[in-house]
């Protein structure tokens, strides 16, 4: 509506000063109270999401998030009602979406980096204790199950248990069994005098207090103490560990050893026995030290470090020369048929990478693989499993993956290039190689350098391919932790990190952000240097 | 002018929808987790994270529960794949189920992550198939209510081979006088596969660990003992410079192929693979796994089941669901028809083997053994398969396998 109007003033109707500021104010006015009421929805649609998540926040006790999420709410809400704030109105919703999905997860890495967060450290110091106490709760060996039934006396809790002979003995936290008058149901004490039995229900809301509920058998600790761990039977059990909250130390009952919370995130022995959980704990840069100094990883690390380059550089250079080809190609226009060629060029590009790379690990199987069995007469050729190889089918792999994008990113710079530079060189006498060394490659450059520095990093941590196709394999047999011939560092990664039943977030945080500042590095050098071609152009 | 700056405030505004959902999302989670947070709603619910395929034979007993107790139970229905993980990472936080399905061998990782509570069978122990019960119990604490037993067996092919074979190399002989180039396929690969090779360690008397009274003992290595390099010897002659039975080329899809196709008469592999077999038209017989030796050949015993989280506010719910409903032989059975696992309950067991396919992999499952749930078995795992592999493909039997003895000591040791 409003650019009609516009078109039409500035179509040249005539109209006058006064009409025209008249008909300003009332298009603004119009305008503007479609553009509030829209404005308004809108915003109290977000307002509407807001408040429901900090009241879901806020009744998870989450404060802090409850708390930034009203910070972004009420900043939203300024600068779209402010009337000035243009550039904010622009900016405000990408800023959040950067924070969110990319400083907040460098920030989360970086902080996971300098904490000893793995297997064993997963929770807090109180969770390790608690764990620990109740894994070292042992059930006395041939002893029975009690019928119980759980009752209270003013705010106390007391086990009512009936015993062999089918008598009623009654204890709390405190008091140890002792008999006492009750009635008898079904030969299971049910209702003792002066105490209030807790129905079902009533049980399930006081959990926690009849979890911890440990009421002693006698006077003697060693007897055991009786637990209810559904509130129907109870069990005697002893515990062999206790904890001591000044001291901080765990002891275990039957060895007399004493644990100590050495601030190393689990309690240890002082002859460095570990009890397991610890928890978690800030440890500084740990991580970054045993990323370079372990000595389970310099060995493999160097090799690694070393293909990875390897793979990266020939994959990106392969993928170009061949995707450059294959355009150049594809450009002539005396070539028939150069759509059909084309969308074929593009398949490759077309299926998840993951799965091409699956596909391809089934074909080159030694021994019933497509490629061996069909293309090679049955030879048995250890495309995968043999070191060399497998090195040669990766990158094999990667350049059938990979050129396709560098065929549409060449074939759309090519085409950029005005025919003209090519007709005036060859009317100049230059051959067609001199013509594309000279004019064409350096053009194309100018536009595909950035492309092919971005294609470095993401080569550099190519993880599905290799994941996929070799899994790192070959393995080297000789390496002290599950590397292969065709691991690159971030599969490494992943292996030290997250296989096996040890996983180690911190150190795998602090590896991606060395990885992270190894791309970052190059790829600066990179950028700095392709300014030089710019001033081709 | 007007007009984008319309749109663009409209994308603005979408955005910052998204973006505050997401925020509340990321530490609400999903509907039914948020019950377990939310303080009032605490009291009267039980999360139970299941394996999305057996959510619907959990639908009654977790029905019939809320009605008698009144205490509703919200099964989240996980991928098999992710379950392990999310569990862990997420109880520490609070926001973990209180109750979640899985298998024994996880014991070691989830005890030493300290987000598991024990919990006690009481009397109804003996109820158990005994292996369920070894399988369920680490360090002398019990953690895990079983429902199924799960171990491999040989499936035959019983229109090529009629009769079961009486030792390995009687399986071998049988399937050539059907004609068949390889009678006998089991999943390997390039890293190997000791799970499924197991049975045969086992006939040469080379378990991987020692037990005490406690279990497994990670102290006491047996792996790399004279059984283990007698087995290494057979396992290298079996190999690519010997009959060739064993190939490091089939894998699972290959194996599961050549038997469906008729290549191979028996394979070796779990009763998950029953069901394609029969579809494929093959009359399956389940037979115990021929013995290289004179000693059985006992496959590792997978135990399933349910485990409470150690920051549940509901244990004693979660407890009484798990011993006296989960524990009764209808909900067992109901697990049973959704996943045709031999029940762990051993009434159940009996009824579900009516079916020969079940009493065929229970007669196997009689002589297995637990697999070893300790954290120690991460790395004899990282090191076993890659040196049955080497060997299969020729390496010298002895030093391969000592090497690897020594490298899963040293990686125990640390």
């Known amino acids: ?537 | 002018m007007r007009v984008t700056k319309k749109s663009l405030l409209s994308v603005g505004a979408v955005a910052a929808i998204v973006t505050l959902g997401l925020t509340s999302c990321s530490s609400g989670e999903s509907g039914a987790e948020k019950e377990t947070t939310s303080p009032e709603a605490a009291a009267s619910s039980l999360t139970v994270w299941v394996d999305a395929e057996r959510v619907d034979a959990l639908q009654g007993a977790a029905d019939s529960y809320s009605e008698e107790k009144g205490i509703e139970v919200n099964l989240v229905g996980k991928d098999t794949a992710d379950i392990k993980d999310d569990f862990i990472q997420q109880v520490p936080t609070g926001k973990g189920p209180d109750v979640v399905m899985g298998a024994h061998d996880w014991l070691g990782e989830l005890s030493t992550n300290g987000v598991v509570a024990p919990i006690e069978l009481g009397d109804s122990a003996a109820d158990y198939l005994p292996v369920a019960v070894d399988a369920a119990t680490y360090e002398g604490t019990t953690y895990l209510l079983p429902y199924a037993v799960e171990n491999i067996a040989v499936l035959r092919n019983t229109e090529l081979v009629p009769e079961p074979a009486a030792d390995f190399d009687d399986m071998i002989a049988k399937g050539q006088a059907a004609g068949l180039d390889q009678p006998f396929v089991v999943e390997q690969g390039a890293e190997g596969n000791p799970y499924h090779l197991y049975p045969f360690q086992t006939a040469f008397g080379a378990p991987v660990f020692g037990s005490n009274d406690e279990g497994y003992d990670p102290a006491d290595l047996q792996i790399g003992n004279a059984g283990g390099d007698d087995f290494a010897a057979w396992l290298g002659s079996q190999g690519k410079n010997g009959t060739g039975v064993f190939n490091t080329d089939i894998d699972g899809d290959i194996a599961k192929q050549s038997f469906l196709d008729g290549k191979a008469a028996f394979w070796l592999t779990g009763p998950w693979n029953v069901g394609a077999a029969t579809d494929a038209g093959i009359d399956v017989a389940i037979d115990t796994v021929p013995s290289p030796t004179d000693a059985a050949a006992a496959p590792f015993a997978g135990v399933k089941g349910f485990f409470v989280s150690a920051e549940s506010k509901n244990k004693v719910a979660a407890n009484d669901f798990l011993v006296n409903y989960i524990g009764t032989e209808d909900v067992q059975m109901d697990l049973f028809a959704s996943g045709n696992v031999l029940p762990a309950l051993a009434a159940a067991a009996e009824e579900a083997s009516k079916d020969p396919i079940i009493a065929g992999f229970a007669a196997v499952g009689a002589e297995s053994v637990p697999m070893p749930a300790i954290p120690a078995m991460g790395a004899v795992w990282e090191n076993w398969g890659i040196a049955e592999a080497t060997v299969i493909n020729g390496a010298d039997p002895k030093a391969t396998w000592q090497k690897m003895a020594a490298d899963v000591q040293s990686l125990i040791d640390g």
């Open chain 1, 1 to 537: 509506m409003s650019i009609k109007t516009d078109d039409d003033a500035v179509s040249g109707v005539k109209l006058t000063k006064r009409q025209r500021r008249a008909s300003h104010i009332a298009d603004a006015a119009a305008g503007g109270v479609k553009v509030l009421l829209l404005k308004l929805l809108l915003l109290g649609v977000v307002d509407a999401v807001a408040i429901y998540g900090v009241v879901i926040l806020a009744t998870a006790g989450q404060w802090l998030v409850a708390a930034i999420v009203v910070g972004v709410a009420a900043i939203v809400n300024w600068i779209y009602f402010s009337r000035r704030k243009l550039p904010a109105k622009y900016l405000a919703p990408g800023v959040i979406f950067l924070i969110l999905f990319q400083v907040f997860v460098l920030v989360y890495t970086g902080y996971i980096a300098f904490t000893n967060y793995g297997t064993g450290h997963n929770g807090s110091k109180d969770q390790a204790v608690s764990s620990l106490m109740s894994s070292s709760l042992e059930r006395v060996e041939d002893s029975r199950a009690y019928p119980v039934t759980v009752v209270d006396q003013a705010g106390t809790l007391g086990l009512l248990v009936t015993d062999a002979d089918g008598e009623a003995m009654l204890g709390t936290a405190d008091t140890p069994l002792a008999p006492v008058n009750a009635t008898i149901e079904d030969g299971r004490a049910v209702a003792a005098d002066g105490w209030s039995t807790l129905q079902f229900a009533d049980v399930i809301a006081r959990t926690d207090a009849i979890s911890e509920l440990s009421v002693p058998f006698s006077d003697d600790p060693n007897d055991g103490a009786l637990r209810t761990p559904d509130g129907a039977s109870a069990y005697l059990y002893t515990s062999s560990l206790t904890y001591d909250e000044q001291a901080g130390s765990m002891t275990n009952l039957d060895t007399g050893t004493v644990y100590q919370d050495n601030g190393t995130g689990a309690f240890t022995s002082e002859a460095g026995e570990v009890l397991m959980p610890g928890w978690q704990i800030p440890i500084g840069a740990d991580n970054f030290v045993r990323a370079v100094t372990d000595q389970r990883l310099t060995g493999p690390l160097v090799y690694v470090t070393l293909w990875t380059f390897a793979f990266a550089l020939i994959s990106v250079a392969s993928t170009f020369f061949l995707g450059l080809l294959l355009a150049m190609v594809f450009n002539d226009a005396r070539m028939r048929g150069r759509k059909y060629y084309r969308v074929l060029m593009i398949l490759p590009y077309a299926v998840p990478s993951f799965l091409s790379a699956l596909i391809w690990a089934g074909m080159m199987n030694e021994s019933f693989g497509f490629i061996n069995q069909v293309l090679f007469g049955g030879a048995s050729i250890p495309w995968l499993t043999d070191p060399v190889l497998a090195k040669f089918s990766v990158l094999l792999v990667n350049l059938w993956l990979g050129f396709p994008y560098m065929f549409l990113v060449c074939t759309g710079a090519l085409q950029s290039i005005p025919d003209e530079l090519q007709e005036a060189a060859r009317v100049d006498g230059a051959s067609p190689w001199s013509v594309f060394r000279l004019i064409k490659l350096p053009l194309l450059l100018v536009s595909v350098a950035p492309l092919l520095i971005a294609s470095f990093a993401f080569n550099f941590n190519n993880f599905n391919v290799i994941y996929m196709l070799t899994d790192g394999g070959p393995r080297d047999a000789s390496a002290p932790i599950p590397v292969g011939h065709t691991d690159i560092l971030i599969s490494m990664v992943y292996k030290v990190a997250f296989t096996g039943q040890t996983r180690d977030y911190g150190l795998a945080s602090a590896y991606s952000i060395i990885i992270f500042i190894i791309v970052a590095i190059i790829s600066v050098i990179a950028f700095r240097r392709t300014k030089s071609l710019e001033e081709l152009s």
